[in-house]
C-alpha cells in the first residue's frame, strides 16, 4: 500500500512560469514532509521541508503548502527555469516512530520548457 | 568533504552471483540506510541502522543482507542475484534527533542483474 503517492510521473512548464508539485499521503501519524530532487546519475538531495504545525513554508523560489485535513502538500516553484528539470519526490516520517524512516513517494519528472 | 560515497557505480551480475555494495559517510551520522529505485515505484527502504552495531528490516529486504561495519560504513550484500534485484542502490545517512531526518544521499550504485 503506497503511503505517499505522487499521481502526476510527470509534468511540463514553461520557464518563468509556476511549477506546482503534488503529494498525498494516507497516514495521518506523518508529521514531517520533506521534498528532495533529483538529477540524472546522481543521488536525491534535500530541496525543502514542512512540519504538520504550519501550513506553509518558503525558501527563495521555493514555497511548500501542506493541507493536513486533505492528507495533500505541494511544491511550488517560481519562476522556473531550465535548471529545475529532475524528478522531485516528496518524503514522509512520523515522530511518533522517532523520524528514523523515510517514506517516499514514486517521484514527478519536471521539465522546464525554454 | 566527500559526504556519501558508494562503490561501484556500474555493476553487471549472472543470476545466482554474490556481491557487496559499499557505503560510506564521512559526517559523523549515526543513521545509515540502503534504499533501491526503480520505474514507477520511487525510492523503497531495503534496510537501515540507527547506530553501529544496530540494524533493522526496510520495506524490501528479502534477498539482501547489510553489515554496519563501523560508524562509517554500511554494506549491502546480494548473496545470490536475481533479475528481480536489477535496479539502482542509493546509500543515504542521517543524524537523528534531527526531526525532519533530512538524509543524505550517494551517487547511486546501478547494478544489473541477467
Known amino acids: 500500500d503506497q503511503q505517499v503517492k505522487q499521481n502526476s510521473p510527470s509534468l511540463s512548464v514553461q520557464e518563468g512560469r509556476i511549477s506546482i508539485l503534488n503529494c498525498d499521503y494516507t497516514?495521518?501519524?506523518?508529521?514531517?514532509f520533506l521534498w528532495y530532487k533529483k538529477y540524472p546519475a546522481e543521488g536525491p538531495t534535500f530541496l525543502i521541508s514542512?512540519?504538520?504545525?504550519?501550513d506553509k513554508n518558503e525558501d527563495g523560489r521555493f514555497t511548500v503548502f501542506l493541507n493536513k485535513s486533505a492528507k495533500h502538500l505541494s511544491l511550488h516553484i517560481v519562476p522556473s527555469q531550465p535548471g529545475d528539470s529532475a524528478v522531485y519526490f516528496c518524503?514522509?516520517?512520523?515522530?511518533?516512530?522517532?523520524?528514523?524512516?523515510?517514506?517516499f513517494g514514486t517521484g514527478t519528472r519536471l521539465t522546464i520548457i525554454p | 568533504n566527500a559526504g556519501v560515497t558508494q562503490t561501484p557505480k556500474f555493476q553487471v551480475l549472472k543470476t545466482g552471483q554474490s556481491m557487496t555494495l559499499q557505503c560510506a559517510q564521512d559526517?559523523?551520522?549515526?543513521?545509515m540506510y540502503w534504499y533501491r529505485q526503480d520505474p514507477g515505484m520511487g525510492l523503497r527502504l531495503i534496510y537501515y541502522?540507527?547506530?553501529?552495531?544496530?540494524?533493522d528490516k526496510g520495506e524490501v529486504p528479502n534477498g539482501y543482507n547489510v553489515s554496519r561495519l563501523n560508524k562509517r560504513e554500511f554494506s549491502l550484500r546480494l548473496e545470490s542475484a536475481a533479475p528481480s534485484q536489477t535496479s539502482v542502490y542509493f546509500c543515504?545517512?542521517?543524524?537523528?534527533?534531527?526531526?525532519?531526518?533530512?538524509?543524505?544521499f550517494g551517487p547511486g550504485t546501478r547494478l544489473t542483474v541477467l
Open positions: 543515504a545517512s542521517s543524524e537523528p534527533p534531527d526531526l525532519y531526518n533530512e538524509q543524505f
Open positions: 497516514n495521518s501519524m506523518f508529521d514531517y
Open positions: 514542512i512540519s504538520s504545525i504550519k
Open positions: 518524503a514522509a516520517s512520523s515522530s511518533n516512530f522517532g523520524n528514523e524512516k523515510l517514506t
Open positions: 559526517m559523523n551520522h549515526n543513521s
Open positions: 541502522s540507527a547506530s553501529e552495531g544496530t540494524t
